[in-house]
């Protein structure tokens, strides 16, 4: 699989100095090999990036590990992913219209689960377009933020939001017991709300669990539609606007909690949460965790032991 895995990191390094205007002043190393992975380190004067292959009884998978923000970890996904959706053997090129959907807060151990969803046609693409709409993942809060007031003053009906605040989250989530249904449920309700108001027969998400969950969540008319899941959804400008919409409200209730509480509260679910949420537990009290956070996280456990 080793061999297997360098011929597709070499064929990504041709892809890449192909690209005449993205390959002046770079330096790419040789090729290495990791621990069930290859890669090369890409830099470009003061900037870098990792590109890997990663391999496995799963099959492969590519990776760009670096800061998401720089310009030449932007040129470089760009250059390599484009908009396009793999589609098992097949290669699916952007839809001409479509539902896009994404969600925010999933790994997050503070805040909501936020699902988008933004529906995209001949019209409104060419605006998305010259506002440099990309996965969310790629944008400072900033310009998250700044993205996401400019999709809400341009696109009005064209998008809906489902924000679930982490006591209904929880509440939901003991009766569900599984993400996987709940993000269902939350990419369902996007789908019906833009149904509602818009004829569309194609929605595009990203590859979360079986395709059926989602399926069986949708109403009378979101069983008629066409739903595609793959891994890097975003890559398509509908869901990358989704995925803008999701990440600013999920950023806003972080940062209204954060001000509310006199505490920074972070991201994600890195080293520096259980010490902040122990913080809270003691100016607050433990019963406020149920509001602020997803209680079924192993974090709770060790805070609350």
Known sequence: MIERAKKQL?????????????SIDLIISEIKEGQYNVFTEISRKKE??????F??????????QGDKTSKLYKDIDETL???????GRDE?????????????????????????GF??????????????????????DNEVKYLAEKIKDQFEGYFSIVQINPKKYNELYGRIKNLNHLLAWGHSRCIENLLALHEVDTAICDQFGDQSYIKSALLEKG???????????????????????????????IEAKSKELKIVIPKGSGASVPAIAKKIV???????????TKSHFKTTASILR
């Open 10 to 22: 070499t064929e990504l390094i041709a892809k890449i100095q192909s690209n005449k205007k993205l």
């Open 48 to 53: 870098w990036v990792k590109l890997i292959i």
């Open 55 to 64: 391999y496995g009884k799963k099959g492969f998978k590519s990776q760009i």
């Open 81 to 87: 992913f484009g908009l396009t959706l793999s589609l």
């Open 92 to 116: 699916l090129n952007e839809p001409k219209k479509y539902i896009g959907v994404d969600e925010s807060g999933k790994g997050d151990f503070f805040g909501p689960l936020v699902i988008a």
């Open 119 to 140: 529906l995209l046609n001949d019209k409104n693409k060419s605006q998305l377009l010259g506002l440099k709409i990309r996965d969310s993942k790629l944008l400072s």
């Open 223 to 253: 069983k008629k539609i066409e739903l595609h899941q793959s891994f890097r959804a975003e890559k398509f400008l509908g869901v990358a606007a989704a995925s803008i919409l999701a990440r600013n409200n999920f950023i806003s209730w």
């Open 282 to 292: 003691d100016n607050y009290g433990k019963e406020v965790l149920n509001e602020l």
